[in-house]
């Protein structure tokens, strides 16, 4: 099992940045790729950014794209996710999520663990 803690979330104003954080434990992180996906009242999970087993490889959504650094620390078994310019519609719970795949998985099936989520609101 590998249990997952987001934090970082919060109230921020249009055009202001959060870094949020997910902290992994219980098995060697090194071994899980890592994504962000959010999720807004009524809408679907969807994927935000994701990054490879060593953190040489990511991928963005189109919503966050040039907006967003994904980012990990396998020494501290965290990874990041930086996001800048933030707009109202970026308002939703962010979820951490692992997977054991070895390549960048960027639909919520192909992930085995989730976290809890952090609420992120964006304020016009």
């Known amino acids: 099992q590998v249990q997952l803690v987001e934090s970082g979330g919060g109230l921020v104003q249009a055009g202001g940045s959060l870094r949020l954080s997910c902290a992994a434990s219980?098995?060697?992180?090194?071994?899980?790729?890592m994504g962000w996906f959010r999720q807004a009242p009524g809408k679907e999970r969807e994927f935000v950014a994701a990054?490879?087993?060593?953190?040489?490889?990511?991928i963005y959504g189109d919503s966050v794209k040039g907006r967003s650094t994904i980012s990990r620390d396998n020494a501290k078994n965290t990874v990041y996710l930086q996001m800048n310019s933030l707009k109202p519609e970026d308002t939703a719970v962010y979820y951490c999520?692992?997977?054991?795949?070895?390549?960048?998985?960027?639909?919520?099936?192909?992930?085995?663990?989730w976290g809890q989520g952090t609420q992120v609101a964006v304020s016009s």
């Open positions: 999520a692992a997977t054991a795949s070895w390549v960048i998985a960027t639909t919520p099936i192909q992930y085995n663990y």
């Open positions: 219980g098995r060697t992180f090194s071994n899980y790729a």
């Open positions: 990054i490879s087993r060593s953190g040489g490889s990511t």
